[in-house]
């Protein structure tokens, strides 16, 4: 039975089952957390909570600096050298250390000097616990690269896909229903900080023979300034993308109301927890990328891409299909109010399923060493969205920003998706494979 089981585990299709069902899991949980969140909040509650949700997630890529990408492409190409994944490791761990105590300190400063009187401002204890989030939420993710690459995709999903959730729901449940306070926003903070510390706690347990705290602090300026190098780019392509995705509630925010960021961002919410089906090949497949792409073995690479990029595509198009159909009766479980974000949603979904199109196009990259190339097509990007997102917003609102979202997507994987198949040979997603059909 044991065997049965490792065979299984051990198979790329059943694997991507498994993580596909654990990343359903995972949207229907993350579905109940924003459910709570909306019903027990005010709209404009909801959009400070999106607000800082985003501009936590933007601080936890400035203090991680693009170690987790680099841990998972050179843990995955030397996960069978221990010593070297434990220093490597060890090493990701104090960086971001370095980096959230030089951040702290600025935020402060900035928080009090020039956010003051401004719709950004945070008390203090908000600021402390936030900084705790985004900490430990750095720390979450750079153990979830880790785990993955070493071997352990489905492992690696658990803490924080499925009990990082769990707690947060069972958390708000005591407070609203057993204690019965009306919680606000630093409540909500306060739940996300414990969760993301348990799962933490988690990996460590998980990874504990890679770590080692009598050497963590050893030489830790030279090695400090060897990671910072080695993680640079990777840094230049992470934040850009996640600017490009987690900037929209913040421009609303300062464009338009905490209203208007609240509408946007339930929509986003709700995006966010159903685009599982390409972030199940991205879990599963990077790590092989990276070394299938460093032993030249391209043509296994690409049979073993071919039947998840056509399932990915299609259940991608499906949920669009239930998006279209029933996005307005999904967006009224949140309250009146949000059904205005309808289509909002459905640009966000259209943009998803252009993603699911062209396939892990961002992770081909970055696994195969491309990052300058990748990050040469994020600085064009990235500044015509910056440039041009405030006339969308001024001219058609939260639905004109949502909309020119699809297009920027659209380039921008499309650019990608051209280096990639012609310059690499790598045949990612359905694009690819209907490109290669067609003209073989």
Request: glycine share 6%; proline share 1%.
């Amino acid at each position: 039975m044991q065997t049965l089981i490792k065979k299984i585990a051990s198979n790329k299709s059943s694997q991507l089952l498994i993580i596909f069902g654990l990343q359903g899991v995972s949207a229907v949980l993350g579905f109940a957390v924003q459910f709570l969140l909306v019903r027990n909040l005010s709209v404009e509650g909801y959009g400070q909570f999106s607000i800082l949700f985003n501009a936590v997630t933007i601080f936890t890529l400035i203090i991680s600096f693009g170690s987790s990408n680099h841990i998972l492409r050179y843990i995955s190409i030397n996960s069978e050298h221990r010593n070297k994944c434990s220093v490597e490791l060890q090493t990701a761990l104090f960086f971001i250390l370095i980096n959230w105590l030089i951040l702290l300190v600025f935020s402060i400063v900035l928080n009090q000097l020039v956010l003051t009187n401004t719709n950004y401002f945070f008390p203090f204890s908000i600021i402390a616990m936030s900084a705790i989030w985004v900490l430990f939420t750095a720390f979450a993710q750079l153990f979830q690269n880790f785990d993955r690459a070493i071997g352990y995709a489905v492992r690696s999903m658990i803490p924080n896909n499925v009990f990082k959730s769990i707690f947060i729901i069972g958390l708000l449940a005591l407070l609203i229903w057993i204690v019965r306070v009306e919680i606000e926003l630093k409540d909500v903070i306060g739940i996300y900080v414990l969760a993301f510390i348990l799962v933490t706690i988690i990996f460590v347990v998980f990874e504990r023979k890679y770590i080692k705290i009598s050497q963590f602090f050893r030489r830790g300026l030279v090695r400090y300034r060897i990671f910072f190098k080695k993680t640079y780019h990777y840094f230049i392509n992470t934040i850009s993308q996640n600017l490009l995705k987690n900037l929209d509630v913040i421009l609303i925010g300062f464009f338009l109301t905490s209203y208007d960021a609240g509408i946007y961002g339930a929509a986003n919410r709700i995006n966010i927890v159903i685009i599982f089906g390409l972030a199940s090949l991205n879990i599963l497949y990077s790590p092989q990328v990276a070394k299938l792409y460093k032993q030249n073995r391209i043509k296994e690479l690409n049979a073993s891409l071919r039947i998840p990029n056509w399932a990915i595509f299609i259940f991608s198009l499906l949920l669009f299909i239930i998006i279209l159909i029933f996005g307005k009766f999904i967006l009224q479980f949140f309250g009146e109010s949000y059904i205005q974000g309808y289509w909002v949603l459905i640009f966000l979904s259209l943009r998803n399923l252009i993603e699911a199109f062209f396939g892990i196009t961002g992770s081909v990259l970055n696994m195969s060493g491309n990052q300058k190339y990748f990050n040469k097509i994020l600085y064009v990007i990235l500044a015509a969205y910056i440039l041009l997102s405030p006339v969308a917003i001024k001219i058609w609102g939260i639905e004109g920003l949502a909309l020119f979202t699809v297009l920027v997507a659209l380039c921008k994987n499309f650019v990608q998706w051209k280096f990639i198949y012609f310059k690499l040979g790598i045949r990612s997603g359905l694009f690819s494979n209907l490109y290669y059909r067609f003209i073989n």
